[in-house]
Each structure stands twice: as structure tokens, then as C-alpha cells.
């Protein structure tokens, strides 16, 4: 079940509890989700970093171009490290079948009425993959930007992207996936000439939930901006494969 609305795997939870009683009860439940979550999220991270992958978890509204950046991505670095790509999608292996196009493995997961991915299903999808080979594992999220926020998947960083035609107050609105994020993409530049998109404020405005936030204005389309997004992934797999102090 999904603490934010209330939806999980296969099915909707409608039940309304009134009284103090009712509402111990129901944050009793996600507090259970949650740490059930977490416990399974500390062990996927635990495997990244034993097997020295670097793990991203994409996150956005629908259309903001996850894919299109991950299939730009995929095609201009392929030669030069190893990747695996998971696909988070209610319906529909439409992504997953191009990304397969480019040539990277890649496991589909179908979260039917739920809203976003859980580290119980990244821990299943990764078992398609030969770890030890990978350089950097990129996860998909379902297109949602409120309930993927709260679920941590073993990630390293989540990853946000938001593109100039929704509006630059989008992290003013949905504060939690900006502030969990450590980059946010800056996506569909090239639109910038035909839109009144202020890109400072929406700077500012992703600052002002995120002081820390990363941000790169990139086009998936016309490729600008893509290496600066490319020196920020490569930092990150060399960490990720340096040995950690207690490793042997
Ligand atoms: N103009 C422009 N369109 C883009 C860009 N990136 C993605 N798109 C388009 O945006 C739409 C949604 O992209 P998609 O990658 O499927 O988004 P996702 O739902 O976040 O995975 C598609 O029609 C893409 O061609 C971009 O940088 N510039
Ligand atoms: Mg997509």
C-alpha cells in the first residue's frame, strides 16, 4: 500500500477509519510499510555496493522524458561502461521495448493499480542481471511525482527529472520529490524559444525545498546539455567502485 493515496499492487484500499483509535491504527500500518521497505532497501544497497554498482532512481511526472533521456544516454555510452536498466510502468513494456532497442538489458515490472516501485520489486528485477559486470544500474520509476518520494529502493540518488513545459513552479507543489532528490534534469530545453518557462525561478523555486539540489538544463532531443550529465554519472560509478574501508 502506498502511505500517499492509499493504493497498492493490484488492488485500491478504500477502507476510512474515523477516531483516534482508527488513525493509530492506519499510521501503525505505514509505519510497517515503510520500515518493511527500508529493511529491504538497506539490503539492495548493501548488494549494489558489495558488487560495486552505481544505482539511479528516475522520477517524474508522465511525459517529462525518463526514457528518452535513458535511450540518449544508453546510446551515446554504451561502448564505455556497463549498463542494466529496470522499467517501472503500471501497463505496457512500451518502454522497456526501447530500451531493449538499444542494445542494454533491460527487466520490465508491471505495478498494475500501484503508483510506484518498491525496493521488494528492485530486489527481484536485479536477480535478471549479472551484477558483478555492471557499471551502473538505472531504474525507471512510475511516472508520479508524489508517491515514488517516499520509497526508498537502495538507490544512490534519486534522480528528478522535470521538463520546461510543466511549469516552473512544479517543486514549489510537490516538495517531498525535490527534496529527496540530489539531481534534478532540467529537461526539453529546446523548447525554451516557444514557452514564457522562467528557468531562474524555477531554479530557485527547486533550491528553496532543496538547497543542496544539482541542476542541468539538458535536451534528450538535441543532446544538450547531455555531457555534463555524463561527467556527473561517471563521478559516481568511480566512487561506487571504489572499495569501501571495510571491504577487503
Ligand atoms: N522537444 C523535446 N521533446 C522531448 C524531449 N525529451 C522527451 N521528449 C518528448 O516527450 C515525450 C515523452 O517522453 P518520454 O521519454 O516517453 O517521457 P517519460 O514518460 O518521462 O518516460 C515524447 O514525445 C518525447 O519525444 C526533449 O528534450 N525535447
Ligand atoms: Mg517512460
Redesign the pocket.
Known sequence: MCIDCGCGPGEHHHEHVHGTEGAARTIAVETDILSKNNRLAAGNRALFARQGVFVLNLV????????????RTLRDLRGIHQFAVVEGDQQTDN?AARIAATGVPVKQVNTGAGCHLDAHMVGHAVENFALPALDILLI?NV?NLVCPATFDLGEHHKVV?L?VTEGEDKPLKYPAMFHHADLMLL?????LPHLDFDVEQCKAFARQVNPGIRILE?????GQGMDAWYAWLQQGIDKAQKPGPDSD
Open positions: 517524474s511526472s508522465p511525459g517529462s522524458g525518463k526514457t528518452s533521456i535513458l535511450e518502454d525507471e511516472g527529472v521538463s529537461n526539453k530545453v529546446d523548447l539538458v535536451s534528450s532531443k538535441t
